[in-house]
């Protein structure tokens, strides 16, 4: 004779309708909660398409304010941005040209849509010839030479009207440095977006069409991070919160859930992740082929980045996610008798 089921526990009364589903969700995604990156380029009306990267362009700063405000309107609160420099040398002095495309964008940006958050890359790997994050000296890359590059980017940005700096280059010390640097000048208020825990990731292909950074020769294994390392990460962030930074990255966000986890949970630090050009492109990519729903995997990568920890996540999604959260939001219903 069969045993009679033991039904005391049925966790699947919790799962009949959309209303109790969302009674009992864990974990919320908002779009407050999103960064969008912009690749901003010199010109007027540019609005070149990155063919790795469907629905993602490079913008003059015209068309970026478009797109920022496009954004803004979907309920996406930050901008990120990239710069393309007409001209570039090897120690990527365009980084801190005041009046480069990103300078541009920031002052257009706090004057056209006031309200958003704008943050910037503060990186060399756009800036150089070479296209490595830093000065080249003897065939390597200059730490203490670079953090002063990179100082006078951050300043700069700063003076531009720059909300939040977001350093992403690994080099030693330059959180600190990019701290002191804003504090002397008057810029206390100016945050720091530290990429904290940037991995040497196979993900970031597509990126470096967008950003025309891809370097010249060797790799960047000397200062990102050995994908198979989680304890190292967790000293980067602590050094980085030492050295002043008010929000620290993980970059990759999906093939680095684990390390989003460890780092919320150790510091409890406001945290952000990036769902870096490769995460997009895949899923963009087997979309169009038909292999996936686009929204529910955008969706589903996005909820996940989310449940790992992250406070912040950049997508180049944003926007898509944004509109679908809006979709989902209920309507407001006549409750009177």
């Known amino acids: 004779m069969t045993e009679p089921l033991n039904l005391a526990r049925r966790p699947r009364r919790l799962r009949r309708t959309p209303a109790m589903r969302a009674l009992v969700r864990e974990t919320r995604l908002s779009s407050d909660q999103f960064i969008l990156p912009l690749f901003v380029c010199e010109g007027t009306a540019v609005r070149r398409p990155v063919t790795s990267m469907p629905g993602v362009f490079q913008l003059s700063v015209d068309e970026t304010v478009a797109e920022a405000q496009g954004a803004a309107d979907d309920g996406v609160g930050a901008v990120l941005l990239f710069g393309l420099p007409k001209t570039k040398d090897d120690t990527g002095s365009a980084s801190y040209d005041a009046a480069g495309p990103v300078h541009s964008a920031i002052r257009a940006l706090r004057t056209s849509v006031p309200d958003l958050l704008v943050v910037t890359d503060v990186c060399l790997c756009e800036y150089t010839s070479h296209g490595h994050c830093g000065i080249i000296a003897d065939g390597d890359i200059?730490?203490?030479?670079?953090v002063e590059q990179l100082v006078r980017s951050a300043v700069s940005h700063a003076e531009a009207g720059a909300h939040v700096v977001a350093p992403s280059d690994m080099m030693d010390g330059r959180v600190g440095a990019i701290r002191q640097a804003l504090d002397a000048r008057g810029f206390e208020h100016v945050a720091i977006m530290s990429y904290a825990a940037k991995y040497c990731s196979g993900y970031y292909g597509p990126f470096r069409e967008a950003a025309d950074s891809a370097p010249q020769f060797g790799d960047r294994r000397s200062h990102q991070m050995d994908p198979a390392n989680a304890g190292e990460a967790l000293r980067e962030v602590e050094?980085?919160?030492?050295?002043?930074?008010?929000?620290?990255?993980?970059?990759?966000?999906?093939p680095y859930l684990d390390i989003i986890w460890r780092v919320k949970e150790r510091f409890g630090y406001p945290t952000a992740a990036y769902q870096v050009s490769g995460e997009y492109s895949m899923i963009k990519a087997a979309a169009q082929h038909g292999w996936i729903d686009e929204e529910r995997a955008m969706m589903e990568s996005l909820i996940a980045i989310r449940r790992a920890g992250a406070d912040i996540i950049v997508t180049y999604f944003a926007r898509a996610a944004a509109r679908v959260l809006n979709d989902e939001r209920p309507t407001n219903r006549d409750t009177t008798s």
Do not use: F, L, S, Y
């Open 142 to 146: 200059a730490n203490d030479a670079t």
């Open 239 to 254: 050094i980085d919160i030492a050295e002043g930074a008010d929000i620290v990255m993980v970059k990759p966000a999906m």
